[in-house]
């Protein structure tokens, strides 16, 4: 029981000191959110051709947002 306790001490330190790190996670990152995305949903698992749909979906309401914004300006 000891060790259990000591154990999710150590994980919750660790997760607390890397927390403050995201600026610099952020600089090593070289994919953008869209990449990540479309790299899951070419991955052979169950629900990957979802994110593909869900993408599609965005761009279409995106692409008619931009329709609607010019038609109104």
């Known amino acids: 029981m000891?060790?259990?306790?000591?154990?999710?001490?150590a994980t919750m330190a660790a997760v607390a000191c890397t927390a403050g790190d995201g600026s610099r996670q952020a600089e090593r990152d070289t994919l953008t959110q869209r990449q990540?995305?479309?790299?899951?949903?070419?991955?052979?698992?169950?629900?990957?051709?979802?994110?593909h749909g869900a993408m599609d979906v965005a761009?279409?309401?995106?692409?008619?947002?931009?329709?609607?914004?010019?038609?109104?300006?």
């Open 2 to 9: 000891r060790f259990v306790l000591v154990a999710t001490m």
């Open 36 to 51: 990540r995305d479309s790299l899951i949903g070419e991955l052979p698992i169950p629900g990957a051709r979802g994110v």
């Open 59 to 73: 761009d279409s309401a995106k692409a008619r947002q931009r329709m609607l914004d010019t038609i109104g300006g």
